[in-house]
């Protein structure tokens, strides 16, 4: 009979390794920006190839420690960073409790200007915010109930967008984050927002400042004007826009100032999403002639799930994850095979490591839209993108909606060539880069010249 024999204590890391995570994982994490990216740090650290070293480095951390939870010896923290796909699952399933998404840090990157969002509610205010987000998200379905709009609002856009760039013949990335804000606006606040820049504008300081966490002091008098911007447009709000879809669903407790910046916020990272997976798809001709069969044989211009585009930015996001800390905090002691977890301690999943794991993941650095072919469940490798669990993110169809849509548009219209040195790392069959810069990426664009595939 097989005796188990329960170890005390989980593996800690050497002090010379904590140091290695401190600056191959915090450090970049940290310095390009949690909430606000910074161009020149990203550009850097996509030169340096940062986090396909900080997928090396923790691979070679599960080599030496086994499978963890790993604790890091960090003075002033409790800190454990997981190895092990079956304890990614169950840390995000058991959230909020023991695992709550309310870590110190997030609140004080957050309490610079949503400090009452669901994300950082505590167990009791969570169910109501939550509320509302999927309410307004249509949280559970491919396409959104307010879709039609949806998809005008995008092309109205693309068509101004479009106007532009044949002008010029290049889309970058600044003519791209123009009319990516304009349709968040849109779609998020209404149409009357469209032109309002201020709204964004305050966003991005609030953020910037917001990057600093605790080292930085609130800038009150500019979110007492993002607050009143937001319930301005809560007050009487335009029903096709997700504020709209969210009424319903307002409660004493729901906070809405504090829950619509999330989405301005967030909706940022599915624009980087959509211009990496424009530059996947300009580098990946027979994956573009899967696409464009999928995306010609309907009509754009009405709702579409188009599967294989949606599978593209999860690709997109695989390959690059906008939230590449996913962060937990325990709210007592808890237990895992190995030995117990404390109370408030920072649970660490790296999300990179998991989607590039190449000691696991056959296709951990090319593009395989197969992984996201079937509904992807705990029996699975984690690949989480957008979280997963009670906290996952409540708008991962609408984002792979709206980018999927958008980038259908472009790509059975249009040719793209990436121009720039990321035409040569993106070409297979060579590993695609750990890191990739959104910001330079910049293509050549004519008119399409091969017969759309009519069904
Ligand atoms: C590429 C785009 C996006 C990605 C990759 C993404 C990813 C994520 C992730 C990973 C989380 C969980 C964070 C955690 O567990 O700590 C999250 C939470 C959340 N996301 Fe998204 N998100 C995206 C866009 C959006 C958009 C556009 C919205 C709203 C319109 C949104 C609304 C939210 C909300 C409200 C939460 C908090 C959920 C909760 O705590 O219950 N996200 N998102």
């Given at each position: 009979?097989?005796?188990?024999?329960?170890?005390?204590?989980?593996?800690?890391?050497?002090?010379?390794?904590?140091?290695?995570?401190?600056?191959?994982?915090?450090?970049?994490?940290?310095?390009?920006?949690?909430?606000?990216?910074?161009?020149?740090?990203?550009?850097a650290?996509?030169?340096?190839?940062?986090?396909?070293?900080?997928?090396?480095?923790?691979?070679?951390?599960?080599?030496?420690?086994?499978?963890?939870?790993?604790?890091?010896?960090?003075?002033?923290?409790?800190?454990?960073?997981?190895?092990?796909?079956?304890?990614?699952?169950?840390?995000?399933?058991?959230?909020?409790?023991?695992?709550?998404?309310?870590?110190?840090?997030?609140?004080?990157?957050?309490?610079?200007?949503?400090?009452?969002?669901?994300?950082?509610?505590?167990?009791e205010?969570?169910?109501?915010?939550?509320?509302?987000h999927?309410?307004?998200?249509?949280?559970?379905?491919?396409?959104?109930?307010?879709?039609?709009?949806?998809?005008?609002?995008?092309?109205?856009?693309?068509?101004?967008?479009?106007?532009?760039?044949?002008?010029?013949?290049?889309?970058?990335?600044?003519?791209?984050?123009?009319?990516?804000?304009?349709?968040?606006?849109?779609?998020?606040?209404?149409?009357?927002?469209?032109?309002?820049?201020?709204?964004?504008?305050d966003?991005?300081?609030?953020?910037?400042?917001?990057?600093?966490?605790?080292?930085?002091?609130?800038?009150?008098?500019?979110?007492r004007?993002?607050?009143?911007?937001?319930?301005?447009?809560?007050?009487?709000?335009?029903?096709?826009?997700?504020?709209?879809?969210?009424?319903?669903?307002?409660?004493?407790?729901?906070?809405?100032?504090?829950?619509?910046?999330?989405?301005?916020?967030?909706?940022?990272?599915?624009?980087?999403?959509?211009?990496?997976?424009?530059?996947?798809?300009?580098?990946?001709?027979?994956?573009?002639?899967d696409?464009?069969?999928?995306?010609?044989?309907?009509?754009?211009?009405?709702?579409?799930?188009?599967?294989?585009?949606?599978?593209?930015?999860?690709e997109?996001?695989?390959?690059?994850?906008?939230?590449?800390?996913v962060?937990?905090?325990?709210?007592?002691?808890?237990?895992?095979?190995?030995?117990?977890?404390?109370?408030?301690?920072?649970?660490?999943?790296?999300?990179?490591?998991?989607?590039?794991?190449?000691?696991?993941?056959?296709?951990?650095?090319?593009?395989?839209?197969?992984?996201?072919?079937?509904?992807?469940?705990?029996?699975?490798?984690?690949?989480?993108?957008?979280?997963?669990?009670?906290?996952?993110?409540?708008?991962q169809?609408?984002?792979?909606?709206?980018?999927?849509?958008?980038?259908?548009?472009?790509?059975?219209?249009?040719?793209?060539?990436?121009?720039?040195p990321?035409?040569?790392?993106l070409?297979?069959?060579?590993?695609?880069?750990?890191?990739?810069?959104?910001?330079?990426l910049?293509?050549?664009?004519?008119?399409?010249?091969?017969?759309?595939?009519?069904?």
């Amino acid at each position: 009979m097989e005796v188990l024999v329960p170890s005390r204590s989980l593996p800690v890391a050497s002090v010379p390794d904590t140091l290695a995570v401190a600056r191959d994982v915090v450090v970049p994490l940290l310095a390009r920006g949690v909430i606000v990216r910074r161009p020149p740090v990203v550009g850097a650290l996509a030169r340096a190839d940062a986090d396909r070293r900080a997928v090396q480095l923790l691979q070679r951390l599960r080599r030496t420690y086994g499978t963890g939870p790993l604790r890091l010896p960090i003075p002033g923290r409790r800190a454990v960073l997981l190895l092990d796909p079956a304890h990614v699952h169950r840390v995000l399933a058991e959230t909020p409790d023991p695992f709550t998404a309310a870590t110190r840090e997030k609140r004080a990157a957050l309490g610079h200007f949503e400090p009452a969002n669901v994300l950082v509610s505590s167990a009791e205010d969570r169910p109501v915010r939550r509320r509302f987000h999927e309410q307004a998200l249509d949280t559970p379905h491919a396409v959104h109930r307010g879709a039609d709009r949806l998809v005008a609002v995008i092309h109205a856009e693309l068509d101004m967008l479009l106007g532009r760039v044949d002008a010029t013949g290049v889309l970058d990335w600044d003519d791209w984050a123009r009319t990516w804000m304009r349709i968040v606006r849109r779609l998020t606040l209404g149409d009357a927002a469209a032109d309002d820049e201020q709204v964004t504008d305050d966003m991005v300081a609030l953020r910037a400042a917001a990057n600093w966490a605790f080292l930085r002091p609130r800038r009150r008098l500019l979110r007492r004007r993002l607050r009143e911007s937001i319930a301005r447009y809560a007050a009487d709000p335009d029903p096709s826009s997700l504020l709209g879809w969210g009424a319903s669903a307002i409660e004493p407790g729901t906070r809405v100032e504090d829950q619509v910046p999330q989405w301005l916020f967030a909706y940022d990272a599915a624009g980087w999403a959509m211009f990496r997976a424009l530059a996947l798809l300009a580098t990946h001709p027979d994956h573009l002639a899967d696409v464009r069969t999928e995306a010609d044989g309907v009509d754009l211009r009405t709702p579409q799930r188009l599967p294989l585009l949606r599978a593209t930015v999860l690709e997109s996001l695989r390959l690059w994850p906008t939230t590449p800390a996913v962060l937990r905090e325990t709210v007592r002691r808890t237990r895992f095979e190995r030995g117990p977890v404390p109370e408030d301690t920072l649970v660490i999943t790296y999300a990179p490591f998991f989607h590039r794991d190449d000691e696991n993941l056959d296709s951990a650095n090319r593009l395989d839209p197969t992984l996201w072919a079937h509904e992807r469940t705990e029996a699975d490798w984690p690949l989480i993108p957008f979280s997963a669990g009670p906290a996952g993110c409540p708008a991962q169809n609408v984002v792979l909606h709206t980018a999927s849509t958008a980038l259908a548009r472009l790509v059975t219209e249009r040719d793209l060539m990436l121009t720039g040195p990321a035409a040569e790392v993106l070409r297979p069959p060579a590993d695609l880069p750990g890191t990739l810069d959104m910001f330079t990426l910049r293509f050549l664009v004519t008119p399409r010249t091969t017969a759309p595939v009519r069904a």
